[in-house]
């Protein structure tokens, strides 16, 4: 039932390219996000040069990945539940949602030494999840010391009105300064021009490459 092939995708990737270097973006990843849609999507994506997807939903992730031969990276973007941490495991590259201690501990003892990045609440929506931004460089500590390699933040800007994401997405990176991490998560289509003006290094695009989500 995949709408978009792989052409499609890739000119959607090289205008997006484009675009992010025009606002002056370097060294931008652009994680493809493939939630809702099927394992055919993800193949079109990989044909088309993606090599990061995210996905949002432990249930689907497994259904979905388990199996295929050829896999891209895989970040894991949604919000998780320490009790699926375990199916995850090989299925899942980046660990892009831990806001907790928990729940880092968790992936430390499922999969030692995973590359992790601490979500923060940059919106003040509690929903999205997210520790505070005053907790994140303790939170950070504790997942080093717990063997974790923590490759940077993310975080999901203010999404009622683009331009409300920026200070959301100025102070994320003020954080990933501050604390000396390297990768900056932050961006998707609808805000992804703000967030790479304001230095983000991820950009996680669905909509705009694939099209709209079926649910
Ligand atoms: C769904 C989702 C995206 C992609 O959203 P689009 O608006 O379709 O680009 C990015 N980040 C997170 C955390 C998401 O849940």
């Given at each position: 039932?995949?709408?978009?092939?792989?052409?499609?995708?890739?000119?959607r990737?090289?205008?997006?390219?484009?675009?992010?270097?025009?606002?002056?973006?370097?060294?931008?990843?652009?994680?493809?996000?493939?939630?809702?849609?099927?394992?055919?999507?993800?193949?079109?994506?990989?044909?088309?040069g993606?090599?990061?997807?995210?996905?949002?939903?432990?249930?689907?992730?497994?259904?979905?990945?388990?199996?295929?031969?050829?896999?891209?990276?895989?970040?894991?973007?949604?919000?998780?539940?320490?009790?699926?941490?375990?199916?995850?495991?090989?299925?899942?590259?980046?660990?892009?949602?831990?806001?907790?201690?928990?729940?880092?501990?968790?992936?430390?003892?499922?999969?030692?030494?995973?590359?992790?990045?601490?979500?923060?609440?940059?919106?003040?929506e509690?929903?999205?999840?997210?520790?505070?931004?005053?907790?994140?460089?303790?939170?950070?500590?504790?997942?080093?010391?717990?063997?974790?390699?923590?490759?940077g933040?993310?975080?999901?800007?203010?999404?009622?009105?683009?331009?409300?994401?920026?200070?959301?997405?100025?102070?994320?990176?003020?954080?990933?300064?501050?604390?000396?991490?390297?990768?900056?998560?932050?961006?998707?289509?609808?805000?992804?021009?703000?967030?790479?003006?304001?230095?983000?290094?991820?950009?996680?695009?669905?909509?705009?490459?694939?099209?709209?989500?079926?649910?």
């Amino acid at each position: 039932m995949t709408i978009v092939d792989a052409t499609v995708i890739s000119g959607r990737l090289t205008a997006l390219r484009e675009r992010i270097s025009r606002i002056g973006g370097e060294r931008v990843q652009i994680i493809g996000v493939t939630k809702t849609h099927d394992v055919e999507l993800v193949r079109a994506a990989m044909a088309a040069g993606i090599t990061e997807i995210g996905e949002n939903y432990a249930q689907e992730t497994v259904a979905k990945l388990t199996g295929l031969d050829a896999r891209p990276t895989v970040h894991f973007i949604g919000q998780l539940q320490r009790n699926k941490v375990r199916k995850l495991v090989g299925l899942v590259d980046v660990w892009q949602t831990i806001d907790r201690i928990e729940l880092g501990a968790e992936i430390a003892k499922r999969d030692p030494g995973a590359r992790v990045m601490v979500q923060v609440d940059i919106s003040g929506e509690d929903a999205k999840g997210g520790c505070l931004p005053a907790d994140t460089g303790r939170l950070v500590d504790d997942l080093r010391g717990a063997g974790l390699d923590v490759i940077g933040l993310m975080g999901v800007g203010l999404l009622a009105e683009a331009a409300e994401a920026r200070p959301g997405f100025r102070l994320l990176r003020s954080l990933v300064d501050e604390l000396g991490l390297v990768e900056c998560s932050m961006g998707m289509s609808g805000d992804l021009d703000i967030a790479v003006e304001e230095g983000s290094t991820m950009v996680r695009v669905g909509t705009g490459l694939f099209g709209h989500r079926q649910h």
